[in-house]
C-alpha cells in the first residue's frame, strides 16, 4: 500500500541526547514536511523539504535537524538543544493536487 | 501572516444530529483549503480538500463550503453517529506557500450515543 511510515511510534529520550525520528514516503511526492503538535496547539512547522538534497527551516527550527538525502526519505534528528522536545511529531507529504497526507505521528517524551 | 481560527473548540451533541463546524482565516489569497480529522494518538487523515476555484466538496456525510471573501470555510456533517467523534482541524494554503500549509487548533467533537 502506498503510504506514510513513521517509526518509532513512541520515543523516551534523556536529557542531552539526541533522537533520530523517521520517515519514509513510498507515494513518489516530492515534498516532505515535518510538524510538531502540542496540546492546546496548532501544528508547527519544523522543517520542510521541496526536492531531495533541499530542505528549509519552518516556524520552529531551533534544536531540530534534517536530511534529505533520498526522495522517501525525510528523517528528523531531535538535538540536545531542543529545549522542549516532548511533543507529538508529524510527518506529512502533498500530492500534486496539494492535499497533504500524514503518518501516524511519534510521540517522543523526555525522561 | 495568515491566521486561522476555529470555532467552537469543543462541541459535544447527541447522535443523529446535523451540526457544523467553522473555520475562519485571515488571507483571502488562499491556494487550498483542507479539512482534516485527528483520533487521540494518531495522525491527521484528510477528509476534504477544496481549491481557491471551488465552493463546496461532498464525500459521504460530509460537506465542505469556502467563501474566500469573507474568510471562511464551514463543515457540515449530517446524521452524527458516535463514530464521528474525533477533533477536525481546517488548514491552509496560499499562493506560492511551499511552506505548507497554515492550521487551526481545532474543533473536539464528541457524539454522544
Known amino acids: 500500500d502506498g503510504g506514510i511510515t513513521q517509526s518509532p511510534k513512541y520515543l523516551f529520550r534523556k536529557e542531552g541526547q539526541n533522537v533520530t525520528l523517521s520517515c519514509e514516503q513510498n507515494?513518489?511526492?516530492?515534498?516532505m514536511y515535518w510538524y510538531r503538535q502540542d496540546p492546546g496547539q496548532g501544528l508547527r512547522l519544523i522543517y520542510y523539504?521541496?526536492?531531495?538534497?533541499?530542505?528549509q527551516k519552518g516556524d520552529i527550527a531551533e534544536g531540530y535537524s534534517v536530511s534529505r538525502e533520498k526522495k522517501e526519505s525525510f528523517p528528523l534528528t531531535v538535538t540536545s538543544a531542543q529545549k522542549n522536545p516532548t511533543a507529538f511529531y508529524l510527518c506529512?507529504?502533498?500530492?500534486?493536487?496539494?492535499?497533504?497526507?500524514f503518518g501516524e505521528g511519534s510521540r517522543l517524551t523526555v525522561l | 501572516k495568515q491566521e486561522v481560527t476555529q470555532i467552537p473548540a469543543a462541541l459535544s451533541v447527541p447522535e443523529g444530529e446535523n451540526l457544523v463546524l467553522n473555520c475562519s482565516f485571515t488571507?483571502?489569497?488562499?491556494?487550498?483549503l483542507q479539512w482534516f480529522r485527528q483520533d487521540p494518538g494518531k495522525g491527521l487523515t484528510s477528509l476534504l480538500l477544496?481549491?481557491?476555484?471551488?465552493r463546496e466538496q461532498t464525500s459521504g456525510r460530509l460537506n465542505a463550503s469556502l467563501d474566500k471573501s469573507s474568510g471562511r470555510s464551514t463543515l457540515y456533517i449530517a446524521a452524527s453517529q458516535p463514530g464521528d467523534s474525533a477533533t477536525y482541524l481546517c488548514?491552509?494554503?496560499?499562493?506560492?506557500?511551499?511552506?505548507?500549509?497554515?492550521f487551526g487548533k481545532g474543533t473536539h467533537l464528541i457524539i454522544q450515543p
Open positions: 507515494l513518489n511526492h516530492d515534498a
Open positions: 523539504s521541496q526536492i531531495v538534497n533541499d530542505f
Open positions: 488548514a491552509v494554503r496560499i499562493w506560492g506557500g511551499a511552506d505548507g500549509l497554515t
Open positions: 477544496i481549491q481557491s476555484s471551488q
Open positions: 506529512a507529504t502533498p500530492s500534486f493536487t496539494g492535499e497533504l497526507f
Open positions: 488571507d483571502s489569497a488562499i491556494y487550498n
